[in-house]
């Protein structure tokens, strides 16, 4: 048995047992460790790693010792006892949903600027996946959501099932994937894990795998990454394009994720039908999702969906690119101004880039680097909002001059916020319960308040 005497809070700490290769291990070993700190006590699943090597990987929550005794329904894999350290954090530790906003488990605010790069790390290319990353660094993105299975179309090097058997896994692809989150957690983004989506096309039967298989994949996956602090979890890109699965068969495989994550990450599942029509979303107010990811390109609806109770993450909101298919080709005026008007109505947005005719492939499928216009101004926009104040957002609007209720009991610091083309402008003097600001009379602006 191997594992590390000591590991920071909120990090991976990992048992390596060598155990039985015979037979299908991925299907017939059973195998978790409880790890024990004073009187809480966490299970952790395991998982077969090939060549005879099984994992255990468990995230320590508190600081100071922690104690574990390996089950299995193998004698030679249980009955390990070890114990080991858990050091201060460096970090701020994984994200929560904390009412309708986001949190890290410090307790420092958490905002949500999230990309769409599908499938970044299905063609092993490092090169790329560099340069993704780079990108990611230097942009103002903070999570990202990428896809575990590939899609129809596509013919990468590894795929997560070992052949045509969908009972066993290929661990060299699920070594590179989690490589990649780990790469995610190190510049501080959060991976927003897609376990399903229906692009398979019927090529090689993943829509329709079954329950007892879409259960099995699950847990693997589960007990492979649940312990990286910066995976979320989307049970399906554009679920009810599935046609054989039922909303009975969503609903227990995401009470499954709940049930085997002993960390309860972040947890949901995204639509895909009547985007330009009306909202057709799943029904957040069950409790085992823990916020709302949505496709829709109107993000005025983010103050009805607010009221759930729940975080609003407009993952898909249409993307900044000139694909033939609408929702890929948004101008970036445009998508710049349905963030700010989702993050001033108290949601967040995702963003995403589509031009065809960019250096290599198309973010949005295989990362690389950002071409658009959008991101410097979505940085722009995260910048004033971690700053702190309230916002009125004019967006297309173009008024000579506009009143603003200010909240009662103080003096204010207002400013005219050009979201465009990025300035501030101060309005003179300070202002108490009300404010009249003259405009330039052009689009695309805001007012920012801040107590003074």
């Not at 990987?57 to 249980?78: A, H, I, Q, Y």
């Not at 029904?283 to 496709?295: E, L």
Request: contains cysteine; negative net charge; glycine residues 8%.
């Amino acid at each position: 048995m191997k594992h590390q005497r000591s590991v920071e809070r909120w990090c991976v700490h990992e048992i390596e047992l060598t155990g039985p290769s015979d037979g299908n291990p991925f299907a017939e070993v059973e195998l978790s460790a409880r790890y024990t700190y004073r009187n809480r006590t966490v299970e952790a699943e395991g998982f077969y790693d090939g060549d005879g090597v099984y994992r255990i990987r468990f995230m320590p929550d508190r600081e100071g010792s922690w104690e574990f005794v390996t089950r299995s329904n193998v004698p030679e894999l249980d009955g390990y006892t070890g114990a080991f350290e858990a050091t201060p954090a460096t970090s701020r530790g994984p994200v929560r949903a904390v009412g309708t906003r986001f949190e890290y488990a410090d307790g420092t605010p958490h905002l949500s600027f999230g990309t769409t790069c599908y499938h970044w790390t299905h063609d092993m290319d490092r090169d790329r996946e560099r340069e993704t990353l780079r990108s990611l660094a230097e942009s103002p993105f903070n999570k990202i959501r990428m896809c575990v299975l590939p899609t129809g179309q596509m013919d990468p090097p590894e795929l997560p099932f070992a052949g045509e058997d969908k009972t066993r896994y290929n661990p060299v692809f699920f070594r590179h994937l989690e490589a990649r989150i780990a790469d995610l957690c190190a510049i501080g983004v959060e991976a927003d894990v897609i376990l399903f989506h229906p692009y398979d096309r019927g090529r090689r039967g993943l829509e329709n795998m079954g329950r007892e298989l879409d259960h099995a994949y699950v847990r693997y996956v589960v007990a492979r990454l649940a312990a990286f602090r910066n995976v979320w979890w989307s049970v399906a890109n554009e679920y009810d394009f599935n046609r054989d699965k039922t909303m009975d068969d969503w609903d227990d495989l995401l009470r499954t994720v709940k049930r085997h994550d002993p960390y309860e990450r972040l947890l949901s599942i995204h639509n895909g039908t009547r985007m330009y029509e009306v909202a057709s979303v799943y029904d957040f107010a069950k409790p085992w999702v823990t916020h709302q990811s949505i496709q829709h390109w109107d993000a005025t609806l983010t103050t009805e969906w607010v009221k759930t109770g729940k975080p609003v993450v407009i993952d898909e909101i249409s993307y900044e690119g000139d694909a033939t298919r609408r929702w890929g080709n948004v101008s970036a005026q445009e998508l710049v101004a349905r963030f700010w008007e989702a993050m001033t109505r108290g949601g967040y947005a995702g963003h995403g880039e589509v031009y065809i005719d960019s250096p290599g492939r198309p973010w949005i499928g295989n990362g690389g680097s950002l071409h658009g216009q959008s991101p410097p101004r979505i940085a722009f926009l995260r910048r004033l909002m971690e700053e702190g104040g309230g916002f009125r957002y004019l967006g297309r609007r173009q008024p000579a001059v506009v009143n603003v209720e200010l909240p009662p009991g103080a003096d204010y610091q207002v400013d005219l916020v050009d979201t465009w083309n990025m300035t501030i402008e101060a309005v003179a003097g300070t202002h108490r319960d009300r404010v009249r600001v003259g405009l330039p009379g052009r689009p695309y602006l805001a007012l920012r308040m801040r107590r003074v």
